[in-house]
């Protein structure tokens, strides 16, 4: 076929070079071309059960899918840009090999425009399982590495200040909780997306009696996208998508926040894989944490992606528009993205060893126990929060005007019983200020203490197990509807009834 308009009934002219290129999709389309011709065949078999296309018509088509798929493993299936997209170059492959009397009824009953969408959310539910995958590995590895250390010593911070002492199990179960909701929002946005908008048509729906139940189980959907105009124009699934990344790329950027910072020699927590990090040019000495910071900083690209397929959305009328056009390679990008910063993370920190003696003695020389030590006055002493509060905070000023801290314990248990009047004796002081009896004390639901740190191990890995069923079940489901697409179609190749 010449470079002629394929759709030239309208047209006696071609398209002006500029927009040719301006308006081609098929750099992008390439990702889609699978699923194009899955629900080519999809379409087609429901045109057969419907009456529409005769089997002998089908038959010729359906094996001219057949050889497609394997010129497209065989990377021979070219997108040609002058057929502007994905759509038109499946359906003028069928046409060159089987001629118009039999390729030309490919396009019953359907739109370029359901079509586009159609294998958006084929190819993009696939996507989103290979995150959830991702984002379960990721947990899995913090939660092998919060078991082992339920006991592990650490200062936790608020304002980037010690706050109070907690676990490095307490540490991984944290972020172990936050990208649980990220497997949530995967599984709300999945059930969004995996509705069939085939048989919409171009906007209308067709007059053409079709059954759109049938190619929802041939394309595993779990069901249809009822409306036609809403199926063909809507976009929010893929803001949505959009929306969820951007979320797990924040929870993903603050792991990385505090793994950059440990990294550093005055935090000298942790020590990266080499693998995982680089050197410097000029200065020798230098063993940078780069793929973090770039896990960070590409976070920042998918905000903009969010912000990018908004920016299309506004305003756009209802139907179709060639704008939604530009969500695509955004959303190609992105889910890389994603899944990419997953990875690296993944391969990091399950690499990654921790400075276990330098965290604790960073707890014990701090005020850390000033909370605990406030607790204890308010148990023991019977007096209000305020004012064990104010007397605690009254001690830290001292010492602090002394250059001390509270490991310095003699110098700080005596300005404490002068303030409160020997309520405290020396050996309880030290107990209440040891950094293993604090940890233990804080057991109230969801703390510190290494129990309940251990039970909240458990209910993770449950409540990560269940979600790893699902995307199980969601995998088999559109495993089982290629299967059943497949045995339809080998059926109409070679029964010649």
């Not at 919060?146 to 109070?164: E, F």
């Not at 449950?462 to 559109?478: F, L, T, W, Y």
């Amino acid at each position: 076929m010449t470079s002629e308009r394929f759709l030239k009934g309208r047209f006696n002219k071609e398209l002006a070079e500029d927009v040719k290129s301006f308006i081609d999709s098929t750099s992008i389309d390439k990702e889609m071309i699978y699923e194009d011709i899955w629900g080519s065949e999809a379409h087609m078999l429901m045109l057969v059960k419907k009456g529409h296309i005769k089997k002998c018509y089908a038959r010729e088509m359906l094996n001219c899918l057949q050889i497609a798929k394997k010129d497209v493993k065989g990377d021979r299936f070219i997108l040609k840009p002058y057929l502007e997209d994905v759509h038109i170059n499946v359906e003028s492959y069928i046409i060159r090999n089987c001629g118009i009397e039999y390729g030309g009824k490919l396009h019953t009953a359907r739109s370029r425009n359901d079509q586009v969408v159609t294998d958006v959310k084929l190819h993009l539910r696939s996507k989103i399982l290979e995150l959830m995958d991702c984002v379960i590995e990721l947990q899995n590895i913090l939660l092998n590495l919060a078991l082992k250390n339920t006991k592990t010593i650490m200062p936790g911070y608020t304002h980037l200040q010690q706050a109070q002492p907690i676990t490095l199990g307490f540490w991984a179960t944290a972020y172990v909780s936050m990208i649980m909701r990220d497997l949530e929002r995967f599984e709300g946005l999945y059930s969004r997306v995996n509705r069939n908008p085939l048989g919409s048509a171009a906007l209308a729906g067709t007059s053409f009696n079709i059954d759109r139940r049938i190619t929802t189980r041939f394309l595993g959907f779990d069901k249809i996208s009822e409306h036609a105009l809403d199926a063909v124009s809507s976009r929010d699934f893929v803001v949505e998508t959009f929306s969820v990344m951007a979320i797990l790329m924040s929870n993903l950027s603050r792991i990385v926040g505090d793994i950059i910072l440990w990294n550093s020699a005055e935090f000298n927590y942790i020590i990266l894989p080499q693998e995982y990090t680089t050197g410097s040019s000029i200065m020798p000495q230098k063993k940078n944490p780069d793929a973090a910071e770039m896990v960070r900083g590409k976070t920042g690209a998918v905000y903009g992606a969010l912000m990018q397929s908004l920016s299309i959305l506004k305003g756009l009328p209802s139907g179709y528009n060639r704008d939604l056009q530009e969500d695509r390679l955004l959303l190609w990008d992105t889910l890389d993205t994603a899944r990419m910063s997953l990875k690296v993370l993944c391969g990091m920190l399950g690499g990654a060893q921790f400075n276990k003696k330098r965290m604790k003695e960073m707890v014990d020389s701090s005020f850390a126990a000033a909370t605990e030590l406030a607790n204890h006055l308010v148990k023991k002493n019977n007096i209000s929060f305020r004012e064990s509060h104010e007397i605690i905070g009254f001690v830290v000023r001292k010492l602090d005007e002394k250059g001390k801290t509270l490991a310095d314990i003699d110098e700080a248990f005596e300005i404490l019983n002068k303030k409160i009047n020997g309520n405290i004796t020396a050996n309880t002081f030290k107990k209440v200020v040891d950094s293993e009896n604090i940890i233990k004390a804080n057991k109230s639901l969801g703390g510190t203490a290494p129990r309940e740190v251990e039970r909240m191990i458990c209910s993770l890995r449950a409540d990560m197990k269940a979600h790893q069923k699902s995307v199980r079940k969601k995998r088999n489901k559109i495993i089982k509807a290629r299967e059943k697409t497949e045995a339809e179609v080998m059926n109409i190749l070679i029964n010649r009834d």
